[in-house]
């Protein structure tokens, strides 16, 4: 994935998981640019279908599964990241 692409990520994320916003100051693991939809089930390595993520989003994701893209294809969070941090991330 091309370093400018991953840098737009972060900048439009402000350097937070943004599916559960913690900041990436609060993490010991660094935060990974990840694909909504993954590549095998059809995702492309577009801005629209990236995200910042940190390591415990990124495993509960990988549980759930089930993506979803909110309107204008803006990277939403997964319902029990949003429902566990009461959160309704749009970028």
């Known amino acids: 994935m091309?370093?400018?692409l991953q840098r737009r990520v972060r900048d439009r994320a402000g350097n937070r998981c943004e599916y559960c916003?913690?900041?990436?100051?609060?993490?010991?693991?660094?935060?990974?640019?990840d694909h909504v939809?993954?590549?095998r089930e059809g995702g492309a390595t577009?801005?629209?279908n990236l995200a910042l993520s940190c390591v415990p989003a990124r495993s509960e994701k990988e549980r759930e599964q089930e993506p979803?893209?909110?309107?204008?294809?803006s990277v939403r969070s997964f319902s029990t990241?949003?429902?566990a941090a009461g959160a309704n991330i749009s970028s």
């Open 37 to 39: 939809l993954p590549l």
């Open 68 to 73: 979803w893209i909110g309107s204008l294809g």
């Open 21 to 33: 916003r913690i900041s990436q100051e609060r993490q010991e693991a660094t935060c990974h640019v």
């Open 81 to 83: 990241l949003e429902h």
């Open 46 to 48: 577009h801005f629209e």
């Open 2 to 4: 091309p370093e400018a």
